[in-house]
């Protein structure tokens, strides 16, 4: 059963920073792709950041510069450094998977079918 448990997020000011963390289990880690998604209150969750099997990343254009998402394949770990955080940052943020196809990370945005149960983000002005 795949288990993602998201850690890290907070209350920061406009231009702070927050690490995010995702902790994974009852998978096979390297037999599945890993991303980033926050929810707004009233608007729909949106991919945030995504990391391919070269460790290759692709990122919301919004979020462009200010975000970094890494991994640890030691500890099957999925990591979002945020810095500069703006207001409209606000949303509580999710780790996503989804398995690979032929062992690659392909498909779009819509085809992360694995969440963790979200951690805030609230970032004041």
């Known amino acids: 059963q795949v288990q993602l448990v998201e850690s890290g997020g907070g209350s920061v000011q406009s231009g702070g920073s927050l690490r995010l963390s995702c902790a994974t289990s009852g998978f096979q880690y390297s037999s599945y792709c890993m991303g980033w998604f926050r929810q707004a209150p009233g608007k729909e969750r949106e991919g945030v950041a995504r990391i391919y099997d070269d460790d290759s990343t692709e990122y919301k254009a919004s979020v462009k510069g200010r975000f970094t998402i890494t991994q640890d394949h030691a500890k099957n770990s999925l990591h979002l450094q945020m810095n500069g955080l703006k207001p409209e940052d606000t949303a509580t943020y999710y780790c996503?998977?989804?398995?690979?196809?032929?062992?690659?990370?392909?498909?779009?945005?819509?085809?992360?079918?694995?969440w963790g149960q979200g951690t805030q983000v609230t970032v004041s002005s």
């Open positions: 996503a998977a989804k398995e690979k196809v032929f062992g690659v990370c392909i498909g779009s945005w819509g085809a992360f079918d694995r």
